[in-house]
């Protein structure tokens, strides 16, 4: 039997890892692959959703953490302990990352040991384009200034020329210092395609406008922009109204805890302070 042990960041080959990648090599002399990944809270829908919906979508790596919950959850009719999963559709040439577990707190090196090792993963697995998906809350401020753009791209500074690569599209808005002030993209959404950059992988942020960190509709339009941007061929319409029934049911369920949970406690008033009124220089995204 096949040693398993579980390690800060551990791959597993759900298939014959040297008869998948000779496979891609043949293939990738036509074109590279695409990287979608997504991580919670709400970023790694999409990705799911996607490999439910695409017919030849295989399993094949699962990654584990002795940083993820230590607990065992029922999957179907068996119990599994936690994971993530990397599937992949060849007829799509699209790799779908589905990050299902944070850290049991947060660990900034576990963070970077799971960019490192799934951007290094992607660039054997031959990936010529990296997207993560995430959410942008706006100031009310800039939410009137940009409120026709749905979406926000983030570019990647790669260690290569680019690619032609049309990073604008109807909706969707590159994301620059001049623009949008000093911005901060949180945890793997960030960190994952800026370590895929340093390797030569084109890489990019996409992320939706959306009023609250957890919000799924922001993904939504995360979504139709990654499409735009990837220029791949997927009926968008479905995955739209799975996503769209997903984040009523949750919005539901935060009204019922709303509903149940007791109001908060008042804090006391600091003393009174003269208005300030410079703007903050940073403000941050949150995915």
Request: net charge neutral.
């Amino acid at each position: 039997m096949e040693a398993f042990g579980i390690d800060e960041f551990t791959p597993v080959w759900e298939v014959s890892e040297r008869e998948f990648k000779e496979r891609l090599r043949n293939e990738a002399r036509e074109r590279g692959n695409i990287f979608l990944a997504g991580f919670p809270p709400v970023g790694n829908a999409v990705p799911f959703k996607l490999k439910e919906n695409l017919s030849d979508a295989m399993k094949v790596m699962s990654f584990y953490s002795y940083n993820f919950p230590p607990i065992a959850e029922l999957q179907d009719d068996f119990f599994d302990i936690p994971h993530d999963e990397l599937w992949f559709s060849e007829e799509k040439h699209l790799f779908l990352y589905i990050g299902k577990y944070p850290e049991v707190e947060y660990i900034p090196k576990a963070t970077y040991k799971q960019a490192e090792i799934l951007a290094k993963i992607a660039k054997e697995l031959f990936v010529s384009e990296l997207y993560t998906l995430g959410v942008i809350v706006l100031l009310p401020e800039e939410r009137e200034r940009m409120k026709d753009v749905e979406a926000f791209v983030a570019r990647f500074r790669s260690g290569r020329d680019a690619c032609e690569h049309s990073s604008e599209a109807e909706g969707v808005k590159v994301m620059t210092r001049r623009e949008m002030g000093s911005y901060t993209i949180l945890r793997k959404a960030g960190l994952l395609p800026g370590i895929a950059s340093k390797l030569g992988v084109e890489s990019f942020a996409v992320l939706g406008v959306g009023r609250r960190p957890n919000d799924l509709r922001a993904c939504i339009r995360a979504f139709k922009a990654f499409v735009k941007l990837s220029r791949i061929e997927i009926d968008v319409r479905k995955i739209e109204e799975e996503l769209e029934k997903d984040a009523n049911a949750l919005e539901e369920r935060i009204r019922k805890q709303g509903r149940r949970m007791p109001p908060p406690p008042v804090p006391p008033q600091p003393p009174s302070q003269p208005p300030t009124f410079r703007r903050p220089e940073s403000s941050p995204i949150y995915l």
